[in-house]
């Protein structure tokens, strides 16, 4: 009698399909500033995305400039001397684009999508903006008191709170300690110093505009040198210093009293992008925790059911790349799964991982990585990154070509060297009445206060 398969069965994974090499055109202007092209026919879309190094200058300044970069990225709108805040909106939306600022540790970043005709006029706009952002203060106000108050809200969230107290705990006085400016720091903001800091510090030299759709590549060069040109803002472009991350032992135990929930984060430092380990960590940390199929999934969540959404993931900044985990447990088992989330790595990095767990995490990331670049957005977000690094935009081949060749043997070092228990540090955002004990019995835990009550 022939066997029926069940209807219900997932089909294999297919082969993965080669990542195509950007063919990017590169020129710098006079000023410093590079251009990179991307031509991509086919959607009549435009993606520009311009990143700006925008580190701290020191780490006792670090504070205070991540308040006046995050009001300033909302600020830089309100208006310029030529136009005001509605005007921009107006003159971008006549082009299909909405321009859109944001800034971390490392960058402030303009972005937007926008129709082809329109580049232009949108880069003269961005050239506006640049060079003559008026920073109105009644205006600038509002955006700060704004901005301090949905700050204030989300440093209330127990997963802010413990994604905080991680980086906090794992960087010390270094930028990327700073998850969230503080409110307080936020709220003294004003208009003269983001008139300053924009003079200073948004510069050309070191900044990277990225094009990428349906264009010319020689002639979408010409015209961001006709709109650009005027940029001349001679201020020197600060990148992130390196990092001296020290692994804290133990536990630190926020407190955060009558919580239902404790949220667990645990964090080390992972190889960068130009790392030859890296390839070999992704995977990893893909058979670790990074998708249903893993084997932190399979243990907490399927087996167990202490967490819904269990992950891990490698993330990458300029100065340093981080393996990061995180799981969110009820309070009655926040021992038992920390218990398991450690047993777990000490397996990935004491055993080897089987060659059916290698296939299906290389097909996951390969095919991850084809849909995240597969649009104009994609695209280039991803090149933003990977040129503000110094990467080349063929990296994403050859990084492709690196992950097809990891074997059983290199995910095992990498798993040893990255994963294993001592080498991560640890927080767990709860009831200290209720989870100190049980957490103290896996390790010595030091409570600390700035929990919100549940």
Known sequence: MTA??????????????????????????????????????????????????????????????AARGAVLSGAVLLGTQRHDQTDIAQL?????????????????????????????????????????????????DGERDRLAERIAIARSQPGMIARSALAARRFGAHPYAIGLPDADLVSAVRAPALRRLHRERVVPAGSILVLVGDLDPRAAADTVAAALEGWTATGKAVETPPVGEQRVPGIELVDRPGAVQSNLRLGGLAPSRTD??????????????????????????ERRGYSYSPRSAVEHQRAASSFLVEADVATEVTGPALLETLYELGRMSLTPVTEAELDAARRYILGSMALSTSTHAGLAST??????????????????RDLTEVTVEQVQAAAARYLAPEALTAVVVGDAGRVAAELGTLAPVTVSGGGDPA
């Open 92 to 140: 971008l939306q006549g082009h299909g684009a909405e321009l859109s600022v944001s800034t971390d540790a490392d960058r402030l970043v303009f972005g937007t999508t926008l129709l082809p005709g329109g580049l232009g006029p949108v880069l003269e706009l961005l050239a506006e903006l640049l060079t003559g952002a008026s920073y109105p203060a009644g205006q600038v």
């Open 383 to 400: 090149l933003s990154a990977l040129l503000g690094v110094g990467l080349p935009a063929d990296w994403l081949t050859t990084h492709q």
């Open 276 to 301: 030859p380990e890296l390839p070999a960590l992704r995977l990893a940390a893909m058979i670790f925790g990074g998708y249903f199929s893993s084997r932190l999934v399979e243990n907490i969540r």
């Open 4 to 65: 029926v398969q069940e209807p219900t069965l997932i089909p294999p994974l297919g082969e993965p399909r080669p990542h195509p090499t950007p063919v990017a055109a590169e020129t710098t202007l006079p000023n410093g500033l590079r251009v990179v092209v991307v031509p991509r026919p086919g959607v009549p879309l435009v993606e520009l995305r311009l990143r700006v190094p925008f580190a701290a200058s020191n780490a006792r300044n670090a504070g205070v400039h």
